[in-house]
């Protein structure tokens, strides 16, 4: 499976756009990139996915770069409540999602 | 729609009983449920994949005869922790997979049971 490289942490203002970055450069022709969020406590939250072109749905949206290698999620206008623990994760093997350290956002005010 | 549960929520036992978890899909069906652990300020860890009408299959390093799954019907999974030991304490987290949907993987997660093992 492929592996993904994402900062940290991030601060972002609330009421302005958040762009989280996630690296995949091993990533196969045939694999989606999923975004996942967890706020504190909580299981696990689904936002968007995607193959190569780049989608947005009433959460976010996704960009990725025109090689796969690389692809940013992007919260047009966070608020507090988006605060959370951000996953980048390429698709694996029989559903399986693999988590890795993910993405720490503040959104402040 | 899309809605997963788990009950109970919190749970809090003494050393060397066990104790179960539900996962339930409430508005579709899952042939395929996960069952995942997540320590304090880790990140979560797939730790069995449920199939309805199979035996589970188990990551490595997880302890099949500890970490008992059933999955009986579409939207039922449960996990027992049989003889909980303190270092079992953790948050437990269920996904299910929506059998409808098999171009992608959408998964929905429960809310979490966090287990406490005195």
Same mark, same amino acid.
């Given at each position: ?5 994402? !900062? =940290? ?9 958040? %762009?989280? !970055? ?10 989606? *990139? ?5 706020? /504190?406590?909580?299981? !696990?939250?689904?936002?968007? /996915?995607?193959?190569? %072109?780049?989608? =947005? ?18 919260? !047009? ?12 994760? *390429?698709? *694996? ?13 503040? *959104?402040?005010? | ?38 320590? +304090? ?69 429960? +809310? ?7």
């Amino acid at each position: 499976d492929a592996k993904t490289t994402q !900062p =940290t942490s991030m601060d972002c203002a609330e009421g302005r756009a958040a %762009n989280l !970055p996630c690296n995949h450069s091993t990533i196969s022709g045939n694999e989606y *990139v999923y975004w996942y969020r967890q706020i /504190h406590s909580q299981g !696990p939250q689904y936002i968007i /996915h995607g193959l190569k %072109n780049n989608e =947005t749905n009433e959460m976010a949206s996704l960009i990725i770069t025109e090689d796969r290698k690389s692809s940013t999620l992007i919260l !047009p206008h966070a608020t507090l409540r988006d605060t959370a623990v951000y996953y980048c994760i *390429v698709r *694996v093997r029989d559903y399986k999602l693999s988590f890795g350290a993910g993405t720490t956002v503040t *959104v402040r005010a | 729609g899309a809605v997963v549960s788990q009950h109970p929520s919190r749970v809090i036992c003494k050393s060397g009983t066990s104790v179960k978890i539900e996962c339930r899909s409430l508005d579709f069906q899952a042939t395929t449920m996960f069952w995942y652990r997540q320590f +304090p300020k880790q990140s979560l860890m797939l730790m069995a994949t449920s199939n309805e009408g199979s035996k589970a299959t188990y990551e490595q390093g997880v302890e099949k005869d500890k970490f008992l799954i059933n999955h009986a019907s579409l939207t039922l999974s449960t996990l027992t922790v049989t003889s909980a030991h303190p270092e079992d304490s953790s948050f437990y987290i269920c996904s299910a997979r929506d059998a409808s949907k098999s171009s992608y993987n959408e998964q929905f997660f429960g +809310p979490g049971t966090r287990l406490t093992v005195l």
